[in-house]
């Protein structure tokens, strides 16, 4: 069994095992969250489920995910000493809390949770085809919400509304 510590070297309590969206969801935090912005989380969980849901994209199934709250994004992950494991892979999202708090909004911070879990469960690597995925799902939840405005939540909208 591997458990995360952080660069600190405080071992990580789990926040939740496992959702009820996401079976082999595993979160874990090293930084307390405010309860915006756990509520922040629990609502992109639930918009991701509901948009996946509406667009006939299988949740069942999916591979297990590992989320993990830091509070500048660096980690250490260490094995258990009496599994003699030669090696771990595992699926990771970190969340870096110094980058955004005091910085954005609600809705940038909504951004920031479903890029990450986008290139994971839709596998997209490239961001700004991430990005625009991200809208997707934002605006399917408020259809007054325009492209530049979430551009701009998000600190691009230069990059992202050019030609538009």
């Known amino acids: 069994m591997s458990y995360f510590k952080d660069s600190k070297g405080i071992k990580l309590i789990p926040l939740s095992e496992g959702c009820h969206f996401f079976d082999d969801l595993i979160v874990n ?12 989380f629990d609502s992109a969980l639930r918009i991701m489920f509901s948009y996946c849901k509406t667009n006939n994209f299988s949740i069942n199934g999916w591979n297990n995910l590992n989320i993990l709250f830091t509070q500048n994004g660096s980690f250490e992950m260490l094995t258990d000493d009496e599994s003699h494991i030669g090696g771990s892979y595992i699926k990771i999202v970190v969340y870096n809390v110094n980058s955004w708090r005091g910085i954005v909004d609600s809705t ?50 230069d990059v992202l509304c050019n030609g538009l």
């Open 108 to 157: 940038g911070l909504m951004a920031i949770y479903l890029e990450e879990l986008c290139h994971h469960y839709f596998n997209i690597s490239d961001e700004i085809e991430v990005k625009h995925r991200v809208y997707d799902i934002m605006k399917s939840f408020n259809n007054d919400f325009s492209f530049t405005e979430y551009a701009r939540s998000i600190g691009m909208e």
């Open 29 to 40: 935090y090293a930084v307390e969250l405010s309860k915006e912005e756990m509520d922040l």
